[in-house]
């Protein structure tokens, strides 16, 4: 393991925290800008989808539901490339990919097919550039990893504003087909970008390696099979499941799921990503219940969004505290927000619904550029990517589970009121 963003040639060094690695958080602005904040402009082409194709909302609202999905849900699979073929290599592939999911759209002609293109293949391409460009940022940081997160992240929520009134230019001056063709030009620069993410080969990752072939060489028929005639098979089915673990142990740090700490953080994060979206898709309708017009509600969300901007911006100004560590921080953080939400229902009014929208987005927000330093001091800074893979994953589940099963609770909540 240890063979994220390494560089062949040199010998290893500690993270620099600082120097060209600005230059990697500048790489992770763009980055973050062309996914997450083409991501969260989509929604201008919906209704135009929705009209030409003659399907429901629900039916046009389920591409933004894959690539979501598909950005976590591989985000091992991105983990495990950058291991096996270095981050630079990975992050400009997926920005290849995701412009050609825009580029293939040119010829849809169902719906289907933006469900292939716009969907699966953006957010394939999105899951390799972003969660690999994140691990490497943790890779050049130590005390500076904060910021330098702040920095990457914060590049989705400016461009969450910038684009939409963009799209909607272009979908009128050269239709919705030659809007998504400017917009895969617009993605492919993280191609570019992505070269910046220059290879660094950490004393970590030496050690680790050291470490790993000392176990292989204590052990030497755990990655063969015994040369005995007459062999138990319960023997061979373990042989076999040890090479089978060795395999994948080369790609991707399994070891990480061994480790109570790290464990304990996975399931934190899962119930984490399970409520993270919630308040962002049912508050609109429950200011809709308490009489509040059209325009008001929505611009809910928008105050929300300047909460996320002011809340990634500013986190980076946190100080390190020996005794109040990152993962510290992110814990207090999602507490603060899971005790907000406690008096989500006590906000009956329009007044009271911004307030609680601005606060929960300054801590949304804040979440995170911390949730990724988090990952680094758990983890390791030589094992991030199979970290970062590893949670993403388990993010995305709770993602994709939380807004349908509170759902039904939330909207019979709804109906109560009115």
Same mark, same amino acid.
């Given at each position: 393991?240890?063979?994220?963003?390494?560089?062949?040639?040199?010998?290893?060094?500690?993270?620099?925290?600082?120097?060209?690695?600005?230059?990697?958080?500048?790489?992770?602005?763009?980055?973050?800008?062309?996914?997450?904040?083409?991501?969260?402009?989509?929604?201008?082409?919906?209704?135009?989808?929705?009209?030409?194709?003659?399907?429901?909302?629900?039916?046009?609202?389920?591409?933004?539901?894959?690539?979501?999905?598909?950005?976590?849900?591989?985000?091992?699979?991105?983990?495990?490339?950058?291991?096996?073929?270095?981050?630079?290599?990975?992050?400009?592939?997926?920005?290849?990919?995701?412009?050609?999911?825009?580029?293939?759209?040119?010829?849809? %002609?169902?719906?289907?097919?933006?469900?292939?293109?716009?969907?699966?293949?953006?957010? *394939?391409?999105?899951? *390799?550039?972003?969660?690999?460009?994140?691990?490497?940022?943790?890779?050049?940081?130590?005390?500076?990893?904060?910021?330098?997160?702040?920095?990457?992240?914060?590049?989705?929520?400016?461009?969450?504003?910038? =684009?939409?009134?963009? =799209?909607?230019? *272009?979908?009128?001056?050269? %239709?919705?087909?030659?809007?998504?063709?400017?917009?895969?030009?617009?993605?492919?620069?993280?191609?570019?970008?992505?070269?910046?993410?220059?290879?660094?080969?950490?004393?970590?990752?030496?050690?680790?390696?050291?470490?790993?072939?000392?176990?292989?060489?204590?052990?030497?028929?755990?990655?063969? =099979?015994?040369?005995?005639?007459?062999?138990?098979?319960?023997?061979?089915?373990?042989?076999? %499941?040890?090479?089978?673990?060795?395999?994948?142990?080369?790609?991707?740090?399994?070891?990480?799921?061994?480790?109570?700490?790290?464990?304990?953080?996975?399931?934190?994060?899962?119930?984490?990503?399970?409520?993270?979206?919630?308040?962002?898709?049912?508050?609109?309708?429950?200011?809709?219940?308490?009489?509040?017009?059209?325009?008001?509600?929505?611009?809910?969300?928008?105050?929300?969004?300047?909460?996320?901007?002011?809340?990634?911006?500013?986190?980076?100004?946190?100080?390190?505290?020996?005794? /109040?560590?990152?993962?510290?921080?992110?814990?207090?953080?999602?507490?603060?927000?899971? /005790?907000?939400?406690?008096?989500?229902?006590?906000?009956?009014?329009?007044?009271?619904?911004?307030?609680?929208?601005? /606060?929960?987005?300054?801590?949304?927000?804040?979440?995170?550029?911390? *949730?990724?330093?988090?990952?680094?001091?758990?983890?390791?800074?030589?094992?991030?990517?199979?970290?970062?893979?590893?949670?993403?994953?388990?993010?995305?589940?709770?993602?994709?589970?939380?807004?349908? /099963?509170?759902?039904?609770?939330?909207?019979?909540?709804?109906?109560?009121?009115?």
């Amino acid at each position: 393991m240890g063979t994220l963003c390494r560089r062949k040639p040199g010998r290893p060094v500690d993270p620099p925290d600082g120097g060209w690695g600005w230059m990697v958080a500048l790489a992770g602005f763009v980055v973050s800008a062309c996914s997450y904040g083409v991501m969260r402009s989509l929604g201008v082409f919906f209704v135009t989808w929705q009209d030409y194709f003659s399907v429901t909302a629900a039916e046009t609202g389920l591409i933004q539901s894959i690539i979501t999905g598909v950005l976590n849900l591989a985000a091992p699979i991105a983990g495990a490339l950058s291991n096996r073929f270095g981050c630079r290599v990975v992050v400009m592939a997926g920005g290849v990919i995701s412009s050609a999911g825009f580029l293939l759209s040119l010829w849809a %002609t169902s719906l289907f097919h933006l469900y292939v293109t716009v969907g699966f293949l953006t957010g *394939l391409g999105y899951s *390799l550039s972003l969660i690999t460009t994140m691990a490497t940022i943790g890779r050049y940081f130590t005390t500076h990893r904060l910021r330098a997160n702040s920095i990457a992240a914060i590049g989705a929520s400016f461009m969450s504003f910038a =684009f939409p009134p963009l =799209f909607q230019y *272009l979908m009128d001056e050269y %239709t919705w087909r030659g809007a998504l063709v400017i917009i895969g030009g617009i993605v492919l620069q993280v191609a570019g970008f992505g070269a910046l993410e220059r290879p660094i080969l950490l004393k970590g990752d030496v050690t680790a390696d050291k470490s790993s072939e000392n176990v292989q060489e204590s052990s030497p028929q755990s990655s063969r =099979f015994p040369d005995k005639i007459n062999v138990n098979v319960t023997t061979e089915k373990y042989s076999l %499941t040890k090479v089978i673990l060795g395999k994948i142990s080369s790609v991707i740090d399994i070891t990480l799921l061994t480790e109570p700490r790290f464990l304990v953080f996975c399931v934190a994060v899962f119930l984490f990503g399970f409520g993270r979206f919630v308040p962002n898709i049912y508050i609109v309708p429950r200011a809709r219940a308490f009489g509040v017009e059209e325009y008001p509600s929505a611009f809910l969300l928008s105050i929300l969004a300047i909460g996320d901007i002011i809340g990634r911006a500013s986190v980076g100004l946190l100080p390190e505290w020996p005794k /109040f560590r990152r993962v510290d921080q992110y814990a207090m953080n999602t507490f603060l927000m899971g /005790f907000i939400t406690l008096f989500a229902p006590l906000a009956k009014t329009y007044a009271t619904m911004a307030v609680y929208s601005g /606060f929960y987005g300054l801590l949304m927000g804040g979440c995170v550029p911390l *949730l990724y330093s988090a990952i680094a001091e758990i983890g390791g800074a030589n094992r991030m990517s199979s970290a970062l893979g590893i949670i993403m994953f388990l993010r995305g589940i709770g993602n994709l589970a939380g807004p349908p /099963f509170s759902g039904e609770y939330s909207f019979s909540q709804i109906k109560e009121v009115i």
